[in-house]
């Protein structure tokens, strides 16, 4: 095993899966290997510019429970080639009319130019409820697979261009620090 992957006795997956070691394993995080490093190059306090962003979307993964609707804004500017991150949380239970009333409400605390709703499961017919019976606008967001929509936001953090609000996207961060890697 380690021939073929090449792990040595030392490394974490080896000691965890092989010897039954309690060890700690930032390689199977899915986004983040090292917090010291992503708090510092991707963290913010404040946004970059004073000026109001060129494009606000707000992404809405619809839940119910025990996996709640989660809730992320993310603006960007053309004089800064990044994408802030500005607030992200979920709520549990929440039913087609509270989502309608959670968007609307970020709609009037941020200047949001396009609501995106995932599309597995009952996505696709739950944005077009939305839409029709609450008024709300939103848009199902692509299927297809994960992987590679995993691959892009990977890249968007390594090399620094996604940044989270160390605050108002807190939870995100917790998520972002736990979801280790598995056959799905």
Known sequence: FCAKYGYTYATPKVRREFFAEWVLDTEALVYI?????????????????????DFTTLGVDLGYDPDPCAFVV??????????????????????????????????????????????????????????????????AGPGGEKRPKIDVMRGGLNSHNIMIHLRDAQELVGEYKTIVWDDE
Do not use: C, H
Request: no cysteine; charged share 25%; hydrophobic share 35%.
């Open 33 to 53: 290997n090292d917090l010291d490093t992503f708090v510092r190059e991707n963290g913010f306090w404040q946004l970059p510019v004073a000026t109001p962003p």
């Open 74 to 139: 993310s603006s960007s500017w053309r004089n800064a080639p990044k994408i802030w991150t500005r607030r992200a949380y979920s709520k549990p239970k929440l039913t087609p009319d509270k989502v309608a009333m959670e968007v609307n409400k970020l709609k009037t605390q941020y200047p949001i130019n396009r609501v995106r709703v995932d599309a597995k499961g009952g996505g696709r017919t739950t944005a077009e409820a939305i839409t029709q019976s609450y008024g709300v606008i939103v848009e």
